[in-house]
């Protein structure tokens, strides 16, 4: 059976960091690339950020330069660090895998419905 759980959200001030994580069970996690997704208050989801198999990462504008992700593939575990945290960051974070080895990642984080698994999703809120 799969497992996606993800952990380290909360609430954190304007300017704070947090350090989100994602761990999957019950499949072999290099063989996916993953990414990190997001639901602001009242809007859709969106993808802020991926990694491939290879450890090559990519950004949305929105999070470039402020946030980094990265991956342990020996403790099947994806990770956000977030910093600089600005209050248009709040949502629903969630952490998705994806087999597909076709698209890039750009085309990738517009594509959710190649993913295969999702986490549950976990609330960030910055406060202003």
């Known amino acids: 059976q799969v497992q996606v759980v993800e952990s380290g959200g909360g609430s954190v001030q304007a300017g704070g960091s947090l350090r989100l994580s994602c761990r999957i069970s019950?499949?072999?996690?290099?063989?996916?690339?993953m990414c990190w997704f997001r639901r602001p208050p009242g809007a859709k989801r969106e993808g802020i950020s991926c990694i491939n198999r290879r450890k090559n990462t990519y950004y949305a504008d929105s999070v470039k330069g402020r946030f980094t992700i990265s991956r342990d593939n020996d403790e099947n575990t994806l990770y956000l660090e977030m910093n600089s945290a600005k209050p248009e960051d709040t949502g629903v974070y969630y952490c998705?895998?994806?087999?597909?080895?076709?698209?890039?990642?750009?085309?990738?984080?517009?594509?959710?419905?190649?993913?295969?698994?999702w986490g549950q999703g976990i609330r960030v809120t910055v406060s202003s």
């Open positions: 019950g499949v072999r996690f290099d063989d996916y690339a």
């Open positions: 998705a895998a994806s087999s597909n080895r076709y698209y890039g990642l750009p085309s990738l984080m517009l594509a959710d419905n190649e993913f295969d698994y």
